[in-house]
């Protein structure tokens, strides 16, 4: 009973008319001091409008978070009450909730339950003493079971007694980090009603439309509609920030990495031909036999509005794809969350103004100081001052788009963003090589400023080739802020490249690894992220997403 996965069932058998229960209490993961269970009623009489469950703990045991139901605890009596969501149970149906518990010396399951005063026997009007089972077979899988989305999404706030995650809490209160309306925006308030549940119970932000069906704005973009994507039925809404979340309850303070709400970016692209010979290296991908077909949801966290990305060289990715190949048919799939390293910590290296491969420019120490470096890609890409000068010089560039060589301007001040790493062990190879391409951000690197950060559109007022984005702004007005909804330097305009990957599993589909994708472990561990990964590629191949504009009337920068 009190062994990592062990079960307690009390039966439930078909019955109809008075009130009836069966309740089946299951610990999928425990260790040392603290443990996960899921509870399943089983409504067996009348149909239920909302109910309260009931039981004692024989072990000192304390539930410390749950998801799907509202649970108190007083000595070692516990109540749980549905959400508004689950409260209606029609007869035959099942209901389940989760939690998160602590345990000292023994973790015995709980023997009987009531659900609105009845005991749960497995029948209609049963005894008040059930019976029970002894232990099943533990279960394998998930240590939780996911809650659901969010059934108010964009319409409620998240029930009484939820727990809120970091990320939640910063937009839940006017937070330049979060959320922080402008005049005629749309209010927080109303912004917080756009949130999911995380793998772990918690209440996340999420994507959400830039304009609220009441007609106010928000000012700020998180791209694609994650229910147009294919992948939408597996993947769900993306819990922005769950990785921080995770470094929060599993790691020191001087490892925690926290990004602003405005930066996360949402892509969803569905069947993606996969060209044989493509390796990303052209612009345009290379006519050819298509070898599979992909679709792509992720959400990737990538502001170009503030100095953060100067030094800091881990994002978080929520990575899902399913490629099918086309010589059989064979499905491989990816659902991989945690944050990635893109080039090296404490600084960056120039972008295509002035030119590639510029010399590593260090900047500061990282946060988090422990942050792992990635050397195999070019890392974080960005504009600075040798840009400015090589615009001032009329130094030229090739670009795809023309025939011939032409002058860099302001309007090629763009950020690339390459990542290239693995994750490796219990018969698994997972590669992934992406890149993020963002075209009009608002900043760029400038030592001799506050931040380091200078703001691209002040320099469509200067003497320098301004580009097609110069013309907008001088159009919209003289010296236009940088944070002004006419200012096209808003990072809008980007292109993402899930780029190469390769899956080859052996061994479990399901395995959890730290944040960084290390220490793969077929078991759950503490502060570990459940991953999915299936199927066995022969090869490596190269996926382009799409190249889309988000922009949309009243978004600005910061975004």
Same mark, same amino acid.
């Given at each position: 009973m009190v062994a990592a996965g062990g079960a307690a069932i009390i039966a439930a058998t078909p019955a109809v008319a008075a009130p009836g229960c069966g309740v089946t209490y299951t610990v999928g993961s425990q260790w040392q001091g603290g443990f996960t269970a899921t509870v399943t009623l089983t409504n067996v009489g009348d149909p239920i409008s909302s109910w309260t469950m009931t039981w004692s703990y024989a072990g000192g045991q304390r539930v410390t978070q749950a998801w799907n139901a509202t649970v108190s605890q007083s000595g070692s009596e516990v109540s749980a009450r @549905? #959400?508004?969501? @689950?409260?209606?149970? #029609? =007869?035959g149906a099942s209901v389940s909730f989760g939690f998160n518990g602590s345990w000292n010396g023994s973790n015995p399951a709980p023997t009987s339950f009531t659900v609105n005063g009845t #005991?749960?026997? +497995?029948?209609? +009007? +049963?005894p008040t003493t059930p019976p029970t089972t002894g232990? =099943? =077979?533990?279960?394998?899988?998930s240590p939780t079971t996911p809650p659901? +989305? @969010?059934p108010t999404w964009g319409t409620a706030l998240p029930p009484s007694g939820a727990q809120l995650s970091r990320a939640y809490q910063l937009i839940a209160t006017a937070n330049e980090k979060g959320y922080l309306p402008r005049s005629g925006e749309c209010s927080v308030e109303i912004h917080a009603r756009y949130w999911t549940y995380g793998p772990d119970g918690k209440v996340y932000p999420t994507w959400h439309p830039t304009r609220d069906s009441s007609g106010c704005n928000f000012g700020h973009e998180h791209g694609d509609d994650p229910r147009n994507s294919d992948l939408y039925s597996t993947a769900g809404w993306p819990a922005f920030g769950y990785t921080s979340e995770v470094m929060l309850d599993s790691m020191p303070e001087n490892s925690h990495r926290h990004e602003d709400h405005v930066g996360h970016k949402v892509l969803s692209v569905n069947n993606t031909n996969v060209i044989q010979g493509d390796n990303g290296s052209s612009f345009f991908p290379p006519q050819g036999t298509t070898i599979a077909v992909c679709d792509t949801l992720l959400k990737f966290h990538q502001g170009t509005h503030s100095p953060d990305a100067f030094s800091n060289n881990v994002h978080e990715l929520l990575f899902n794809q399913r490629c099918t190949a086309s010589n059989g048919g064979q499905v491989t799939e990816a659902r991989y969350n945690a944050m990635i390293p893109l080039g090296r910590a404490g600084g960056f290296s120039p972008s295509e103004c002035p030119g590639f491969g510029g010399a590593f420019i260090n900047v500061k120490p990282a946060v988090p100081a422990d942050s792992p470096s990635d050397t195999r890609s070019l890392g974080r890409l960005i504009t600075e001052p040798g840009c400015v000068q090589a615009i001032r010089e009329g130094r030229t560039h090739y670009d795809p788009l023309y025939p011939n060589p032409v002058p860099f301007t302001v309007s090629d001040m763009d950020d690339f963003w390459f990542s290239d790493f693995s994750v490796t062990g219990s018969g698994l190879n997972f590669r992934l090589g992406p890149l993020f391409y963002v075209v009009n951000p608002s900043r760029y690197y400038d030592p001799s400023k506050p931040d380091n950060m200078g703001r691209i559109v002040d320099l469509c007022y200067t003497n320098l080739a301004g580009g097609d984005y110069c013309n907008q702004a001088r159009q919209a007005g003289q010296n236009i802020q940088w944070d002004d909804p006419r200012s096209p330097f808003k990072g809008t305009l980007r292109e993402f490249r899930p780029g190469t990957i390769q899956v080859q599993n052996s061994g479990p589909t399901t395995v959890y690894t730290d944040v960084y994708g290390r220490n793969v472990s077929s078991t759950p561990f503490n502060g570990s992220i459940k991953q999915y990964f299936s199927g066995n590629q022969s090869s490596t191949m190269y996926v382009r997403g799409a190249t889309r504009d988000w922009n949309a009337t009243g978004?600005? #920068?910061p975004n």
């Open positions: @549905n #959400a508004s969501y @689950n409260g209606s149970v #029609a =007869t #005991a749960c026997t +497995g029948q209609p +009007g +049963g232990p =099943t =077979t533990p279960p394998t899988g659901p +989305g @969010n978004v600005h #920068a």
